[in-house]
């Protein structure tokens, strides 16, 4: 009967004991983000966050000249000035340490302890540091590009709802 019970407990219990075992250190997945560059590509998307309003400022300068000529120049500075200031704070929106918590968090559910602490290991050599930094870029310009797009698209579908508001309000009129 002891025998009994000590196999069905340990039937029951060695799975979790080697999963909890298996289970990366807060430590190790702080480790690998920081050797994957997780830090520096959160904040080159703030970064491209931020940029994305010089672009966004021309447009939108474009459309309120178009729509109302003659305003002051003055005024046109001060719609860049409070883009920046929006898109600053957009920025500020994103948590680096709240990011790499539940980054980490995402690691630990589906890497073991040994394959974070093997990929910590090739991110700290030459080659991961390479490939790091040539990621790094890569995301920047990536997430740029996106956003240009994405703001370009948004743009065109902001233009096509005033259109097509301005047109049935014209029917209204009649």
Not at 35 to 40: N, P, R, S
Not at 78 to 99: C, N, R, S, W, Y
Request: net charge negative; hydrophobic share 45%; glycine share 4%.
């Amino acid at each position: 009967m002891k025998l009994f019970i000590a196999t069905l407990l340990s039937c029951c219990l060695l799975p979790f004991a080697s999963a909890h075992a298996d289970t990366p250190s807060h430590d190790d997945l702080l480790r690998l983000a920081r050797a994957a560059g997780m830090y520096e590509q959160i904040e080159a998307q703030k970064e491209a966050l931020r940029n994305q309003g010089a672009g966004a400022g021309k447009q939108y300068i474009e459309q309120i000249s178009a729509a109302l000529p003659g305003l002051p120049k003055q005024f046109y500075r001060d719609v860049d000035a409070e883009l920046k200031v929006l898109m600053d704070g957009m920025a500020a929106l994103i948590d680096t340490d709240k990011a790499i918590k539940i980054y980490a968090e995402l690691l630990a559910a589906h890497l073991s302890a040994d394959e974070v602490r093997s990929l910590s290991e090739f991110y700290e050599s030459p080659l991961g540091q390479a490939y790091t930094r040539a990621n790094i870029a890569i995301m920047a310009a990536w997430s740029e590009a996106l956003m240009r797009d994405a703001e370009t698209q948004t743009a065109a579908l902001l233009q096509r709802y005033m259109d097509n508001l301005v047109a049935k309000a014209y029917t209204y009129a009649k």
